[in-house]
């Protein structure tokens, strides 16, 4: 798989379900970040979990980070609607290099 | 709260011609990148700037390509001669420090259109 590779690609939920999205990566990260993405707009920061850490909570969001297994996990709990978007992972890799990669994305659509 | 902008939103332009994009970063912010993300793909890193330097470039950064803070508040990016295939959407976004882990902030993007 790709660095910051999501799955699953689509998922389809009802409002007020909770929605999980996972992020895998293969080499080392520094921290990994979460984006959201309405169609066509721009990327929206939701959270950032550093490599020693293993769980953040933002709100309705809730973020998991394995080192070992290199993955994470996007928990969005009690949906609405106008969470439909599309959500990345990034990667920032160790080292002082900052730059991101990113994942291709989850579409989640979440139905009234 | 402060946001990065960007102009303009849309830019549309003939094969060969010279684009200028522009970015706004946040005021406090040290460290600007560009992303491009062409449709329905993947967003990529172009380029990273910093202390009025470039720290790095992918390899989509070629010598068509160039940045510049011309200011104290603005970070463009230029194309010389565009190509078909730089159609995209382009992302500016800034960091407070690279030397900690910060967040990186996007602004909303300039879609180009280059027919």
């Known amino acids: 798989s790709q660095q910051g590779e999501e799955d699953p690609q689509a998922l389809s939920i009802q409002e007020g379900e909770n929605a999980t999205m996972n992020c895998s990566y293969k080499?080392?990260?520094?921290?990994l970040q979460w984006y959201r993405q309405n169609s066509g707009r721009g990327l929206v920061h939701l959270i950032l979990i550093r490599s020693n850490e293993r769980e953040k909570h933002s709100g309705r969001l809730r973020v998991t980070l394995d080192t070992s297994k290199k993955s994470s996990s996007l928990l969005i709990t009690a949906s609405r609607a106008a969470d439909t978007a599309s959500y990345f992972c990034a990667t920032g890799p160790t080292g002082a290099n900052s730059k991101l990669t990113f994942g291709k994305g989850i579409t989640l659509s979440v139905r009234p | 709260e402060p946001e990065v902008t960007q102009t303009p939103s849309h830019q549309v332009t003939q094969m060969g011609q010279e684009v200028i994009l522009r970015c706004v970063p946040i005021?406090?912010?040290?460290?600007f990148y560009w992303y491009r993300q062409i449709l329905g793909q993947k967003v990529e890193f172009l380029v990273s700037f910093y202390n009025n330097e470039i720290s790095e470039k992918s390899e989509i950064f070629d010598d068509q390509f160039s940045v510049e803070r011309p200011d104290g508040s603005n970070f463009t990016l230029k194309i010389r001669s565009t190509k078909l295939e730089d159609s995209a959407m382009y992302f500016c976004?800034?960091?407070?420090?690279?030397?900690?882990?910060?967040?990186?902030?996007f602004g909303p993007g300039t879609r180009l259109t280059v027919l």
């Open positions: 005021s406090n912010h040290l460290y």
């Open positions: 080499t080392s990260i520094n921290n």
């Open positions: 976004a800034s960091s407070e420090e690279a030397s900690r882990t910060t967040e990186q902030f």
